[in-house]
């Protein structure tokens, strides 16, 4: 018996394959196999990177229902206090799923919000963290990549350890927006 490669044959008396690396031991037809798989079989390895399907990881996400609530209760928060602000709600890899301007909130606050969600999504911590570091003198941060709402009011989504994504805010005070951002977060619970 042999595994048939692309076009080519490998013999099954080959010492990797004899070891019963990717042998069925119960058919008599040659399994096909990739290119990359042959080489590393040759080579005496597994193409399997993960010893048993048991290795991978469960993620959690952000659902529909779950970005409905933390934007309600966002909201909630600034019309309370009577804040002109935007809200954006960013996923774990900091792609843009929800965003509102309430009325009279300044123009630029509509792109400065999903800039610090981003920044907090993506940096797993508050962005107040980065403006710290940068008024605490470390300057060098200004030229982060992918990082521009270095501000406080960017707040990530943590539960169970992982961050599901963030919320950022912009329109008041950063400790207000901020405020309005960890309101957002706990309708979650």
Known sequence: MGYQVGRGFIPASMACLRQGIAK?????????????????????LSP???????????????EF?????????AEAEAVRN???????????????????????AAV??????????????A????????????NGGRYSFLSAPMLQGMMEGGVPIIKDGQCLGAVG??????HEDAQVAKAGIAALG
Do not use: C
Not at 26 to 37: E, G, I, N, T, Y
Not at 66 to 73: E, K, S, Y
């Open 65 to 73: 229902e779950d970005v409905r609530a933390i934007a309600a209760a």
């Open 48 to 62: 399997h990177p993960y010893p048993t399907p048991s290795t991978m990881k469960n993620k959690l996400q952000l």
């Open 82 to 104: 009577a804040w002109a602000v935007s809200i954006a709600i960013v996923d774990d890899g900091g792609h843009l799923l929800h965003f509102q301007r309430l009325d009279g």
């Open 123 to 134: 940096g797993r911590r508050e962005s107040k963290v980065y403006e710290d570091m940068i």
């Open 24 to 44: 069925d031991a119960d058919s008599q037809r040659p399994q096909v196999l990739s290119d990359a798989a042959a080489v590393m079989l040759a080579q005496g």
């Open 169 to 174: 805010v912009s329109g008041v005070k950063s």
């Open 108 to 121: 630029v606050s509509s792109a400065i919000a999903p800039a610090k969600a981003q920044a907090a999504a």
